[in-house]
């Protein structure tokens, strides 16, 4: 891919700004294909160059379009390298979003076994609230389940301490276990 071919790109997009419109092409390439985490650093890294080049010479021809594709022209016809997309052997991998319920439990099995339920339950209040005010659209009825979650965990590890404080201080009595049902969201 040459460097003319983003430029136009970035063109086409009639962004109000420069930055948002990088930031566009930015976005385009790294998704474009399913590349590897090192991959995705090298084209930032890439793209990081090209922008302050482009950047400084857009300036130097007083942000007009003719004059910067006048002097630029060598330059915009040089490459722009990318790298090839590698295919892995086995399965191709999916997106969480897309995935069973099987699998985002053994994907997130580590998550949950290494990290306390009440600091989950925190981190997914604080990530929701800040999802919703970055998207501005309010959805109270998302954060409501949430924060009920939260709160209906918090029954059942009381409730369950203290029927194992019980059963510590009573064993005569033979007790059954207590088993915390909250209603599922």
Not at 117 to 128: C, D, G, P, S
Not at 154 to 164: L, P, T, V
């Amino acid at each position: 891919m040459n460097r003319r071919h983003l430029f136009n790109m970035m063109q086409q997009q009639n962004l109000p700004n420069m930055s948002e419109t990088l930031e566009f092409v930015e976005n385009y390439l790294l998704t474009h294909d399913d590349y590897l985490e090192e991959q995705r650093k090298e084209i930032k890294h890439n793209f990081s160059r090209f922008k302050s080049e482009l950047k400084g010479r857009w300036i130097k021809a007083h942000k007009i379009e003719d004059s910067f594709i006048a002097k630029n022209s060598a330059w915009l016809e040089e490459t722009f390298t990318i790298p090839t997309v590698v295919q892995r052997p086995g399965r191709p991998k999916k997106m969480f979003g897309k995935a069973s319920d099987r699998t985002k439990r053994r994907t997130t099995q580590a998550l949950r076994s290494a990290v306390d339920v009440e600091v989950l339950t925190h981190a997914a209040q604080v990530k929701l609230r800040s999802w919703r005010e970055n998207r501005c659209f309010p959805s109270p009825e998302r954060h409501h389940y949430v924060t009920e979650a939260g709160h209906q965990i918090k029954k059942c590890i009381r409730y369950a301490s203290a029927g194992r404080k019980n059963r510590n201080k009573d064993d005569a009595s033979k007790r059954t276990g207590h088993v915390c049902r909250s209603r599922s969201i």
